[in-house]
């Protein structure tokens, strides 16, 4: 693990002042979850977004470190896969490798990007980890693009696109499902493209608060068809308000209220194997905003998940 030394606010010495500043320094064995940074902005300046994903997960850490979180929920911290300049090819298979290793070792990897070119390297990881074997994948998307794109080389927009590649080449089926897909951010071609390959997806329309059942009966129902969970978490699925510090602002987006029930549901579930949050941008992000709302997403992913025997 990271010899990261997480600071935050101290109120006392006794668990019931518990912070998670205090659970990652104090972690030492055992298994929780494992936050992973990756340090990447290659994918978004390759899709020809506004870079600054690179700082992402430390400013998500410095927004987590002083949440409370009670003493049965373990986390820890296994630091960063650092993309350097254009490496993001040589970055992802870095981060299959971690996020294998964390797998192996019995722990829910929890990934802070970095641009949404992340998500092909946390699916390495899972491919990579033998926990696929004989079971069907599920990948479930909150995003307001399908980044299915077709390109030259690997960007910010293709990472699905390149995981159904890879799930064709396992003889697997592709079960992929978006919540939050902005019709006016995606060409007729990817809508195209999400139909032949048989894509699940809500509009952000209809992911309002005054639907959340519907959209919480969407991600049930997915659910139900897999026998392993992948979430991804697309920061710019959120209204602009609440998260400026994206690459792409929404035009609209699936309110917060929305995106932390699917978090809790989706955490509560034993399937979940993996999760990523991606896309903050702390360059353009206003009073630390996004990074909050980031933060409150992985506190939730993390306590919504069931309580350890013993505890």
Known sequence: MSTRKWTGRE???????????????????????????????????????RPGARGGPDAIRQ????????????????????VEGDELEAGQENLGELVAKQLSDGN?????????ETAYGSYL?????????????????????????TA????????????????????????????GISEPGNTAALFETAAGLNVRHLLDVDCQERRLEPVLDFVRGFVADVDALYLSIDLDVLPAAQAPGVSAPATLGVPAAVVLEVCRLVASDPKLALADITE???????DHRTARIAARLAHTLVTSRPVPEGH
Request: zero cysteines.
């Open 125 to 149: 990881g899972l491919a990579r980890s033998g926990l696929l074997d004989g079971r069907r994948l599920g990948i479930l998307n909150l995003d307001a693009h399908f980044d299915l794109r």
């Open 280 to 286: 903050l941008n702390p360059v353009y992000d206003a």
């Open 108 to 116: 829910l990897p929890l990934v802070l990007g970095g641009g949404h």
């Open 11 to 49: 109120d006392g010495s006794g668990p019931e002042h518990r912070r998670w500043h205090h659970a990652v320094n104090e972690f030492s064995s055992g298994t929780g979850v494992s936050l992973i940074g990756f340090a990447s902005d290659a994918g978004v300046r390759r899709n020809g977004g």
């Open 152 to 179: 030259d080389r690997p960007s910010s927009g293709t990472p699905f696109r390149q995981i159904a590649a890879r799930e064709a080449e396992r003889g697997a089926e592709f079960a992929y499902a978006v919540a």
């Open 63 to 82: 927004a987590l470190a002083s949440f409370a979180i009670r003493p049965e929920f373990a986390v820890s911290d296994a630091g960063d896969v650092v």
